[in-house]
C-alpha cells in the first residue's frame, strides 16, 4: 500500500475547530460541509482567540482549524501567529475577506497550510481545500515519525535568499530541542555553531559539482555523548551563482559501535590464533589446509608454505586406528574435545597431543576448525611422576617392611638375651658357660643390628626428633667412660677424656642423641683398636649471648681407614675389611652419626692414616640456657624417644634395686625388667629393712618399692632412706609398686613422704620402662 | 576362644614373655599360694583377724589378676576394703564364701594349664 493509497483510505470523521465569531457565517460553513460527500466533519465553533486557545489547550488533537483572522480579541496576522506560537503543529486553514488576499499568501508563509477567500468559495471548495490540508499534515506528521525512527534528518539551504530549513530530526541529532530551537544561515556563519558544518558541506558539494557524503564524530549539545553519523549533501545551481543545497543527517552510531566490536573481537581472535602454543586451523573435510597458524607448522615441524601444499594434514596423524575414529567423526560432523592423537612429523619424531573440533561452512564447501595441543611434555612429566611415585612409594613400603621386620626381630632378640641371663643363674658345666656367652654375644651382635636398621629407617622417614634439656657435657663424658668401661678392659686398651676449663657446666640439647653419637664413634674407636689407646675431648669452639658451639673430638691408635674409604665412610652400609676380617656391624653407625649430628645442624668429618689410627671430629651447638617449659615438653616426650633409645642398646647398665615380698611379684618384675635390658644389674630385697642394708654398700639407679611389705614397709623404709642414708643413694628415685588403689588419690600424700612416683599392681610392662628411663634419665642431668 | 571358663591366663602368660618355663614357675606360685592364701582368709575371719585379712587379701591383689578371675578379684576388694575401714564387717563371710565356691574350679584349671606343660 502506497503512502497515497492509505491516506487515501483514511475515512473517519474529521474533527475541525472554526474560529468565526460572525455566528451566521459560522452556520453557512457548517451547512457547507454537510452537504459534501469529500468529506466527513464534525464541527466545532468559537468566537474569540481566547475561547479557541482554551478549547485547543482542553483538546489539542483536531484535524483542522479554520481561522478567520479578524476576532473581537485578536485581529489580523497577530490571530495567527498566536495560534501557531501556541500551537506550532496546528493544521490551519486561514479564512480572509477580499480585501485581505495578499494576508492569505503571507498567512501561508507563515505556517497556514492554506487560505480561503470569504464569498468566493463553495462548498467544494471548502471541502477540497479543507481534505487536502487534512491529508498533507497527516503526511508530514508520518515523514516526521520515519525520520525520527530512522535517525535520519533533512536540511535545505539557498544562501541568496536566506533561506534554511532543518527536519526536526536534524535538531534530536544534535541533542537540541526541535521547535524551540530553529537555526538560520546567519547562525551557521558562526565557526561555534553545530550547524556550521552543512555550511563547509555546501562548499565542498558545490566544487565537487556532485553530491558530497562524509562520515564524522559529532558531539551531542546536552549530554556530550560521541555520535557518529553520516552527512550527504547536493549541490543544484538555480541561476548565476545562486544554488539550492538539499542535504540528509543519519545517526549511525549504533551500527559503528557494533562494527567497532566486531572489528576488535576479530583482532582479538586474530592475535588469540596467531599467537596461541595451540595449533590452530580450517580445513575441508578431507584436510586439506585453508588457512592455519604458525603453531601448527611449529608442531608438525615443517614450513607453513609446504604445509599449504600438502593433500592432507590427516597424513600427519598417528596412529592408524586414532586417526580412523578421528576421521570418522568427521565424515559424521560429530564435533570432537581433548581427543587423543599423535602427530607423526617428518622428523621421525611423535608428539603426543589432544584435538578438539568444530565445524563451519564456507562458499567451497563444509568446513573444519581444529585445534591441537601438544602434551608431550606434560605426559613424559606425567609419566616421569607416575614413576617417581611409584619409587617413592615403594621405598617407603621397603623402609616399612624393614622397620617392622627388624621391630618383629628386636622383641623375640629380647627374650633371647633375657633368658640367656636366667639361664646363666642355674647351674650349668663350662663348657654350657661358654656356649651361652657365646649365644648372648651373637644375640648382642644381631640386636645391634637389628637397632641400626630401625634408627636407620627412622631417620629416612623422617621420624627422628630432638629435645632440649638441661645437662652437663663432663657427667656424659664421666658416664660414657664408664658404660665402655668393661670393654675397654677386654682388650686391655687405655680410654681417657679431656673435657676442656671453658666448656660450660651445663648446656642445653638433646643429651640423649648426643651420648648415642658419642657411644658409637667412641665405641668404633674401641672396636677397631688392638693396641694402644683410645681418647676422646670436648672443646669449646665459639660462644656468643645465647648459644655455644662444641668440638669433639675421639682420636684412637687403631687400623686406620685407608684415603679412598675416607670419602665414603659416612654412607650407609659401608664396612671396614682388615686382611680378610670383616669387623661385625651392619655398616650404618657411622651414617646414623652422621644424619643425628646433621639434623641437628652440625658437621662431622675424618682423619686418618692406615695402621696408626683414626680421629673422628664433630661439632654441635647447643644453647645455653633453655625454657622452663621445655622441660616439661621434654619429660613427656623423652619418655616416648627413651623407649627407643634404650631400647635399641642392649649395653645399657641400669641398676635397679626391687623392695617386694611377693615372690611371684619378684619374679615378674625381674623378668620384665631383663626383658627390656638385657644388660640390667637386678637385685632383691625381701623387705624396707634389708633394702637399706643394700642401700648402704652398694649405689642403685632406682629403687622399685612395694608400699605394704612385712618387718618393714615402704613408706618407713623411703623415709629412712631419704634421712638416714649418705651420699648418691639417699637422692636416689623410688618409684613406688602397689595394689594401693588409693595413691591415685592420694598422691601427695605419697610425694610428701619421699616417693617420686609409683605404678600399680598389677603393672604394664610400658608404663614400669617409661617411669624408670624418666627418673634416671631426669638423675643424671640433676647428678 | 579359651577353653576354660573360670581363669583367664592373659596377663600371666604376657608376664611369662612367651617363655614356657617361666610361665610354669609363675603357675606353679600361683597355686601354692591360692592353695594356702584362700583358706586362711577364712580362719582369720573366724578369729576376727582383721588387720591379717586385711594384709592377707592386699597380696592376694595382685596375685589373683595372674588368674584372670574378675568375680574372685571383687570379692577380695570387698573384703580388703571392709578389713580395712572395719565397716560392715558382718558381710565380709559371704564374699569369703564366693572365693571358696569359685576356688576349686580355679584351681582345677590352672593344674589342668599346668599338666599341660609338661
Known amino acids: 500500500m502506497t503512502v497515497k493509497e492509505s491516506l487515501s483510505s483514511y475515512n473517519r470523521t474529521q474533527n475541525v475547530l472554526l474560529v468565526e465569531d460572525d455566528s451566521s457565517y459560522a452556520r453557512l460553513v457548517e451547512i457547507l460541509l454537510g452537504e459534501s460527500d469529500i468529506i466527513d466533519c464534525k464541527i466545532t465553533n468559537k468566537q474569540s482567540l481566547r475561547d479557541s486557545l482554551a478549547e485547543l489547550q482542553e483538546q489539542p488533537h483536531y484535524d483542522a482549524v479554520l481561522l478567520d483572522l479578524s476576532l473581537p480579541d485578536s485581529r489580523g496576522f497577530s490571530t495567527l501567529e498566536h495560534m501557531l506560537g501556541a500551537h506550532p503543529s496546528l493544521n490551519i486553514i486561514v479564512l480572509t475577506g477580499r480585501n485581505d488576499k495578499d494576508m492569505g499568501l503571507h498567512a501561508v508563509k507563515a505556517g497556514a497550510q492554506d487560505f480561503l477567500v470569504k464569498g468566493e468559495f463553495d462548498a467544494e471548495d471548502l471541502a477540497k481545500s479543507l481534505r487536502y490540508a487534512i491529508e498533507r499534515n497527516q503526511f508530514l506528521k508520518k515523514l516526521e515519525e520515519t525520520q525520527r525512527l530512522a535517525r535520519i534528518g533533512n536540511w535545505e539551504c539557498e544562501p541568496d535568499k536566506h533561506y534554511f530549513m532543518a527536519s526536526d530530526e536534524v535538531y534530536r541529532i544534535f541533542g537540541l530541542p526541535p521547535r524551540q530551537t530553529k537555526y538560520t544561515c546567519q547562525d551557521m556563519l558562526n565557526p561555534q555553531n553545530p550547524f556550521h558544518l552543512f555550511l563547509e558541506l555546501q562548499k565542498e558539494s558545490r566544487e565537487n559539482k556532485n553530491y558530497i557524503q562524509k562520515e564524522i564524530w559529532i558531539k551531542r549539545l546536552d549530554n556530550n555523548e560521541e555520535r557518529f553519523v553520516t552527512l550527504r549533501c547536493s549541490a543544484r545551481k538555480i541561476e548565476g551563482d545562486e544554488y539550492y543545497y538539499n542535504g540528509i543527517i543519519q545517526d549511525f552510531t549504533d551500527l559503528k559501535q557494533a562494527h567497532l566490536a566486531q572489528k576488535e573481537s576479530q583482532k582479538r581472535y586474530q592475535e588469540i590464533f596467531s599467537q596461541s602454543y595451540d595449533a590452530i586451523y580450517t580445513a575441508d573435510l578431507n584436510g586439506h589446509l585453508l588457512d592455519c597458524n604458525d603453531s601448527t607448522a611449529k608442531l608438525l615441524n615443517i614450513h607453513k608454505e609446504e604445509l599449504f601444499s600438502h593433500d592432507s594434514i590427516h597424513n600427519f596423524f598417528f596412529p592408524e586406528e586414532q586417526k580412523t575414529i578421528f576421521l570418522q567423526h568427521l565424515s559424521k560432523r560429530t564435533a570432537v574435545k581433548d581427543f587423543e592423537l599423535q602427530i607423526a612429523r617428518k622428523d621421525d619424531q611423535y608428539r603426543f597431543c589432544l584435538v578438539s573440533t568444530s565445524f563451519g561452512k564456507t562458499s567451497e564447501g563444509a568446513t573444519y576448525n581444529c585445534i591441537i595441543r601438544d602434551i608431550t611434555e606434560r605426559k613424559q612429566a606425567e609419566e616421569l611422576r607416575q614413576a617417581r611415585d611409584i619409587a617413592e612409594q615403594t621405598a617407603k613400603v621397603r623402609e616399612q617392611v624393614i622397620a617392622g621386620v627388624s621391630h618383629d626381630m628386636r622383641t623375640p632378640m629380647n627374650a633371647i638375651i633375657g633368658m640367656l641371663n636366667l639361664l646363666k643363674r642355674t647351674e650349668l658345666t663350662d663348657d654350657q658357660v661358654e656356649y651361652i656367652q657365646s649365644i648372648k654375644q651373637s644375640s648382642s651382635i644381631l640386636l645391634g643390628i637389628i637397632n641400626d636398621i630401625l634408627q636407620a629407617s627412622s631417620i629416612k622417614n623422617n621420624n627422628v626428633s630432638f629435645e632440649s634439656e638441661r645437662f652437663s657435657p663432663r657427667i656424659l663424658a664421666t658416664n660414657l667412660k664408664e658404660m665402655l668401661a668393661h670393654k675397654v678392659q677386654e682388650k686391655a686398651l687405655e680410654l681417657t677424656y679431656a673435657v676442656a676449663e671453658n666448656v660450660p657446666e651445663y648446656i642445653w640439647g638433646d643429651q640423649l642423641r648426643l651420648n648415642q653419637i658419642l657411644y658409637n664413634l667412641v665405641g668404633n674407636a674401641v672396636k677397631f683398636t688392638e693396641r694402644g689407646k683410645v681418647h676422646f675431648s670436648i672443646d669449646k669452639l665459639r660462644e656468643d649471648e645465647t648459644s655455644v658451639s662444641l668440638k669433639f673430638t675421639v682420636k684412637d691408635t687403631g687400623i686406620g681407614i685407608p684415603p679412598d674409604k675416607l670419602e665414603v665412610i659416612f654412607q650407609p652400609f659401608t664396612r671396614v675389611y682388615q686382611k680378610g676380617k670383616v669387623f661385625e656391624g651392619t655398616g650404618l653407625g657411622l651414617s646414623i652419626v652422621k644424619n643425628l649430628i646433621e639434623l641437628q645442624g652440625g658437621s662431622i668429618s675424618a682423619d686418618s692414616i692406615p695402621g696408626k689410627g683414626s680421629t673422628f671430629f664433630f661439632e654441635l651447638t647447643f644453647k645455653k640456657q633453655g625454657v622452663e617449659e621445655d622441660t616439661t615438653v621434654v619429660e613427656s616426650s623423652q619418655s616416648n624417644k627413651k623407649e627407643s633409645i634404650f631400647e635399641q642398646d642392649p649395653e645399657t647398665t641400669h641398676k635397679i634395686l626391687i623392695v617386694e615380698d611377693h615372690k611371684m611379684n619378684q619374679v615378674v618384675a625381674q623378668k620384665t625388667l631383663e626383658e627390656k635390658w638385657s644388660n640390667a644389674y637386678i637385685k632383691i630385697a625381701d623387705n624396707g629393712k634389708k633394702a637399706i642394708e643394700i642401700l648402704r654398700k652398694e649405689d642403685f639407679d632406682i629403687v622399685l618399692m612395694d608400699i605394704q611389705m612385712p618387718v618393714m614397709d615402704g613408706l618407713e623404709a623411703t623415709g629412712i632412706i631419704r634421712t638416714q642414708l649418705e651420699g648418691k643413694n639417699q637422692n636416689i628415685p623410688i618409684l613406688a609398686m602397689t595394689a594401693h588403689v588409693l595413691l591415685n588419690d592420694d598422691e601427695s600424700y605419697y610425694r610428701d613422704k619421699g616417693i617420686n612416683d609409683y605404678v600399680l599392681k598389677p603393672f604394664e610392662p610400658e608404663e614400669l620402662f617409661q617411669k624408670i628411663d624418666h627418673y634416671i634419665g631426669q638423675r643424671s642431668v640433676s647428678t | ?118
Open chain 2, 1 to 118: 576362644m579359651s577353653r576354660y571358663h573360670h581363669i583367664n591366663l592373659n596377663y600371666l602368660e604376657n608376664m611369662s614373655h612367651g617363655d614356657d618355663s617361666m610361665k610354669k614357675t609363675l603357675l606353679e606360685m600361683l597355686l601354692t599360694e591360692l592353695e594356702s592364701e584362700i583358706p586362711k582368709m577364712k580362719s582369720l575371719i573366724e578369729e576376727a583377724d582383721w588387720k591379717t585379712l586385711r594384709e592377707t587379701s592386699h597380696r592376694m591383689k595382685t596375685t589373683l589378676p595372674y588368674v584372670g578371675n574378675q568375680q574372685m578379684l571383687n570379692a577380695n576388694l570387698e573384703i580388703e576394703n571392709r578389713a580395712k575401714q572395719l565397716r560392715q564387717l558382718e558381710q565380709v563371710p559371704q564374699f569369703q564364701n564366693q572365693l571358696e565356691s569359685l576356688y576349686p574350679k580355679v584351681l582345677e584349671e590352672l593344674r589342668a594349664e599346668y599338666a599341660k606343660l609338661g
